[in-house]
């Protein structure tokens, strides 16, 4: 993960790594991405055990698609603030479920930049595991970034969300299909 104040905001990615496995499947495809982000990388890492997933780390380039400073999300309750009318409703429920869980999710939902445009954002979320087995932190991916995750570091299957909302230039209706990704 870069450093740089200019491309990376709040926790720095070592105080991260600190309080997670190391060598838990979900982690390692997901610290992988974060350690070789690129600048234009959009990410958040959210602390999973405050009450309310509190934005703890995010990158300028998300920044800059949402149209946020660092002082407006580092520290915010939840991501909730993204969504509005159009939004729908089911799809939250399915991502709320899918945290509760513990799984990856794949979404593409209708958000709201700051200035109140409607923009449809798919990214990917999951937790970091720490040496119990439990979300110590979520962290997510937005837009089409450059470099794929690499699943064949997870080493055993992940199970995986699918949310999609209705509201989406997609069509298609708000759907939860439960996936496993392997690393096969
Ligand atoms: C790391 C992470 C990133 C998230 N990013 C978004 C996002 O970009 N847009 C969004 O609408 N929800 C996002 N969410 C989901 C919301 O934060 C929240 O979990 C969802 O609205 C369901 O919970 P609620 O019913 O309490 O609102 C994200 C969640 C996590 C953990």
């Not at 959009?42 to 703890?56: E, G, P």
């Not at 300028?60 to 603030?81: D, I, K, M, S």
């Not at 109140?116 to 089409?144: E, Q």
């Not at 690499?150 to 997609?170: F, H, I, Q, T």
Request: charged share 20%; proline share 7%; hydrophobic share 40%.
């Amino acid at each position: 993960m870069p450093q740089s104040a200019w491309t990376h905001h709040g926790a720095p990615l070592d105080e991260v790594k600190r309080e997670v496995e190391l060598s838990a499947g979900v982690n390692a495809v997901f610290l992988d991405f974060l350690d070789a982000a690129a600048p234009d990388a959009q990410y958040l890492v959210c602390d999973a055990t405050h009450a309310d997933a509190s934005i703890v780390a995010c990158s300028q380039a998300w920044l800059n698609v949402c149209g946020y400073r660092p002082e407006h999300v580092l520290g915010r309750p939840n991501c909730r603030f993204l969504q509005g009318p159009d939004t729908d409703y089911r799809s939250i429920a399915e991502m709320a479920s899918s945290i509760n869980a513990g799984h990856v999710c794949y979404a593409s939902i209708v958000n709201y930049h700051r200035d109140g445009s409607k923009f449809v954002n798919k990214f990917v979320m999951g937790p970091l595991v720490d040496a119990a087995g439990a979300p110590r932190f979520y962290v997510s991916i937005h837009g089409t970034p450059s470099r794929e995750l690499d699943w064949s570091l997870a080493r055993s299957p992940v199970p995986c969300y699918r949310v999609s909302d209705l509201g989406s230039p997609e069509g298609s209706p708000a759907s939860l299909q439960r996936q496993v990704r392997s690393s096969a």
